[in-house]
């Protein structure tokens, strides 16, 4: 088999419960003829526009052919590093690919000024603007980091001398304000299956022309999914997918209460990056209408391990057969083994099947677009900043309730966050900051989950807006929330557009704590003026 699963404790009861109906119910074939009434008649309509991915293989096979020939063409030209300009599952799955593969792709996914201008610059070693080409990956053709991202190479290129038609390559739905002005521009298009949603699109264009042009062998890869297909669309108690999804939507802690958080850790196996993929994939599927799954994207060392959490799901990601056997002793786990290939087809599928054992439509994303359009409102207005509460150490402190901030101390506001967190809650960290400059600042999750004892996610802003982002908004009312944002000299005009890199990050980060704010769930802002120096007190104080 290409993908192994094994279950035990309370996840191999779920299974033994709510596989048989599913069987029953022929949800695998159901899924595989694409049967959009299989999440419910207010489902149906987006469904029926959304279920492209389970043919995304057979369709996107044509493509390997034209990727592989347009990367030789653009080494005959001297290009040889590759820029992904894209958000959410559009960078995720070739991040993971070409992570996993070995080769480079600069993934931009961020608005913070200085990593728009290392994407731009380039380095010694993969070379700068004049060997590089600039892939834009937006299914929409409207979201705003791509379309800055786009509008800064354009210019840069334009300003060495070059051409843009013949260093940017677009990826987009048929008829996307994207696709029409990229045609026109002379670009190089490659259209994507409208009927696949973002976050189900890793075999499609979306996954396959960014990994593909980066080195990536995107043909093994196709295999690799291919041979798993049959695996998930039999209605079989053997079934990985069935066993999968029962497992992360209906394991029962103490008390008989859903598991409605799945810690992921990468233990031992080859690929790089996969907890991140399925982050996105599980936490914008289902966190609607007040339900969802928190995935929490865990190492091996996490306090959560130590914290015997009821409602925290361990899933374990292993390598190999051998290492498969020894992790067995981890009672109560779910341990799961295979290619990516493989990998990707069972998640998507296991994830679409949670979607209907927890009664909301895993296709669509309603809550997404509000930070968006708060940050739309900030950016026409462009208000003054609002006076932090208190200022320590270089840090300014804004909190969304004041009684947040009287302790007039960095770690007791963050006591008092934790205070807030109910036995069911969890901690998401959001860091809308550069972070090529302070990558360490991911540690701060291991100390805040160790500090609140609860579980905790962390995410790079803007990025994690276009997946977790709707979790947040749509899922349990159960989260509190700590922004990290920077105050830098460093800055980049967007040409043609009447504000800065700075100023949409700081936007996004604003419109995101409002909307959240709003929502009524807990928000502190601390902001680092100089992040350098400041991460260390931040450190500190969550500990």
Same mark, same amino acid.
């Given at each position: 088999?290409?993908?192994?699963?094994?279950?035990?404790?309370?996840?191999?009861?779920?299974?033994?419960?709510?596989?048989?109906?599913?069987?029953?119910?022929?949800?695998?074939?159901?899924?595989?003829?694409?049967?959009?009434?299989?999440?419910?008649?207010? !489902? $149906?309509?987006?469904?029926?526009?959304?279920?492209?991915?389970?043919?995304?293989?057979?369709?996107?096979?044509?493509?390997?052919?034209?990727?592989? !020939?347009?990367?030789?063409?653009?080494?005959?030209?001297?290009?040889?590093?590759?820029?992904?300009?894209?958000?959410?599952?559009?960078?995720?799955?070739?991040?993971?690919?070409?992570?996993?593969?070995?080769?480079?792709?600069?993934?931009?996914?961020?608005?913070?000024?200085?990593?728009?201008?290392?994407?731009?610059?380039?380095?010694?070693?993969?070379?700068?603007?004049?060997?590089?080409?600039?892939?834009?990956?937006?299914?929409?053709?409207?979201?705003?980091?791509?379309?800055?991202?786009?509008?800064?190479?354009?210019?840069?290129?334009?300003?060495?001398?070059?051409?843009?038609?013949?260093?940017?390559?677009?990826?987009?739905?048929?008829?996307?304000?994207?696709?029409?002005?990229?045609?026109?521009?002379?670009?190089?298009?490659?259209?994507?299956?409208?009927?696949?949603?973002?976050?189900?699109?890793?075999?499609?264009?979306?996954?396959?022309?960014?990994?593909?042009?980066?080195?990536?062998?995107?043909?093994?890869?196709?295999?690799?999914?291919?041979?798993?297909?049959?695996?998930?669309?039999?209605?079989?108690?053997?079934?990985?997918?069935?066993?999968?999804?029962?497992?992360?939507?209906?394991?029962?802690?103490?008390?008989?209460?859903?598991?409605?958080?799945?810690?992921?850790?990468?233990?031992?196996?080859?690929? $790089?990056?996969?907890?991140?993929?399925?982050?996105?994939?599980?936490?914008?599927?289902?966190?609607?209408?007040?339900?969802?799954?928190?995935?929490?994207?865990?190492?091996?060392?996490?306090?959560?391990?130590?914290?015997?959490?009821?409602?925290?799901?361990?899933?374990?990601?292993?390598?190999?057969?051998?290492?498969?056997?020894?992790?067995?002793?981890?009672?109560?786990?779910?341990?799961?083994?295979?290619?990516?290939?493989?990998?990707?087809?069972?998640?998507?599928?296991?994830?679409?099947?949670?979607?209907?054992?927890?009664?909301?439509?895993?296709?669509?994303?309603?809550?997404?677009?509000?930070?968006?359009?708060?940050?739309?409102?900030?950016?026409?207005?462009?208000?003054?900043?609002?006076?932090?509460?208190?200022?320590?150490?270089?840090?300014?402190?804004?909190?969304?309730?004041?009684?947040?901030?009287?302790?007039?101390?960095?770690?007791?506001?963050?006591?008092?966050?934790?205070?807030?967190?109910?036995?069911?809650?969890?901690?998401?960290?959001?860091?809308?900051?550069?972070?090529?400059?302070?990558?360490?600042?991911?540690?701060?999750?291991?100390?805040?989950? !160790?500090?609140?004892?609860?579980?905790?996610?962390?995410?790079?802003?803007?990025?994690?807006?276009?997946?977790?982002?709707?979790?947040?908004?749509?899922?349990?009312?159960?989260?509190?929330?700590?922004?990290?944002?920077?105050?830098?000299?460093?800055?980049?005009?967007?040409?043609?557009?009447?504000?800065?890199?700075?100023?949409?990050?700081?936007?996004?980060?604003?419109?995101?704590?409002?909307?959240? !704010?709003?929502?009524?769930?807990?928000?502190?802002?601390?902001?680092?003026?100089?992040?350098?120096?400041?991460?260390?007190?931040?450190?500190?104080?969550?500990?």
């Amino acid at each position: 088999m290409s993908f192994e699963i094994h279950v035990s404790g309370a996840p191999k009861v779920a299974a033994e419960k709510v596989v048989p109906q599913l069987v029953a119910d022929l949800v695998a074939s159901g899924i595989t003829a694409a049967d959009p009434t299989l999440w419910g008649a207010a !489902a $149906e309509e987006e469904a029926a526009k959304r279920l492209g991915w389970v043919d995304a293989v057979s369709v996107s096979r044509p493509l390997v052919a034209e990727i592989v !020939a347009l990367r030789a063409d653009f080494a005959g030209r001297g290009v040889d590093r590759f820029v992904l300009a894209g958000m959410g599952g559009s960078s995720l799955a070739p991040e993971v690919i070409t992570q996993t593969a070995g080769v480079p792709l600069v993934i931009l996914d961020s608005t913070a000024p200085g990593q728009v201008l290392a994407a731009l610059d380039g380095d010694s070693e993969t070379g700068g603007l004049e060997r590089t080409a600039l892939i834009v990956s937006s299914k929409s053709g409207s979201t705003v980091e791509t379309d800055s991202a786009k509008r800064a190479f354009e210019a840069a290129f334009r300003d060495l001398g070059i051409d843009p038609a013949e260093r940017i390559v677009v990826v987009t739905d048929p008829g996307s304000p994207l696709d029409h002005a990229a045609r026109e521009a002379g670009y190089r298009v490659f259209n994507a299956d409208p009927t696949v949603g973002g976050r189900y699109s890793a075999l499609t264009a979306f996954g396959l022309v960014p990994a593909g042009l980066a080195g990536a062998d995107i043909g093994e890869l196709l295999d690799e999914a291919d041979a798993t297909l049959l695996e998930v669309a039999v209605d079989s108690p053997d079934n990985p997918a069935l066993t999968l999804a029962a497992a992360i939507a209906a394991s029962e802690g103490p008390g008989g209460t859903r598991r409605d958080k799945v810690g992921l850790v990468a233990d031992g196996t080859h690929i $790089e990056g996969l907890p991140d993929w399925i982050e996105q994939l599980i936490a914008e599927s289902t966190g609607k209408e007040g339900t969802g799954i928190l995935p929490v994207v865990l190492l091996p060392v996490s306090p959560e391990f130590d914290a015997d959490l009821h409602d925290l799901q361990i899933v374990r990601l292993v390598g190999d057969a051998e290492h498969f056997r020894m992790l067995e002793r981890h009672p109560g786990e779910v341990l799961v083994s295979g290619s990516l290939g493989a990998q990707m087809v069972v998640w998507e599928y296991a994830t679409a099947i949670a979607g209907r054992l927890l009664g909301i439509n895993p296709f669509d994303q309603p809550d997404v677009e509000s930070a968006k359009i708060a940050t739309r409102g900030l950016l026409e207005k462009r208000p003054a900043p609002s006076a932090p509460a208190f200022t320590v150490e270089g840090v300014e402190v804004r909190v969304s309730d004041p009684t947040l901030a009287v302790s007039g101390t960095i770690s007791g506001v963050l006591d008092a966050l934790w205070d807030r967190l109910g036995k069911d809650g969890y901690v998401s960290v959001q860091a809308y900051v550069d972070r090529l400059q302070i990558p360490q600042l991911m540690g701060l999750r291991e100390l805040v989950a !160790a500090d609140a004892g609860r579980p905790a996610t962390f995410g790079w802003g803007p990025r994690f807006l276009h997946s977790t982002g709707q979790y947040h908004k749509g899922g349990p009312e159960t989260g509190v929330f700590l922004q990290i944002t920077e105050r830098t000299d460093v800055d980049l005009e967007i040409p043609g557009l009447p504000f800065t890199f700075g100023q949409l990050i700081e936007a996004q980060a604003a419109g995101d704590a409002s909307v959240l !704010a709003e929502h009524g769930r807990p928000v502190v802002t601390l902001t680092l003026t100089d992040p350098a120096i400041e991460v260390l007190a931040l450190f500190e104080a969550a500990q």
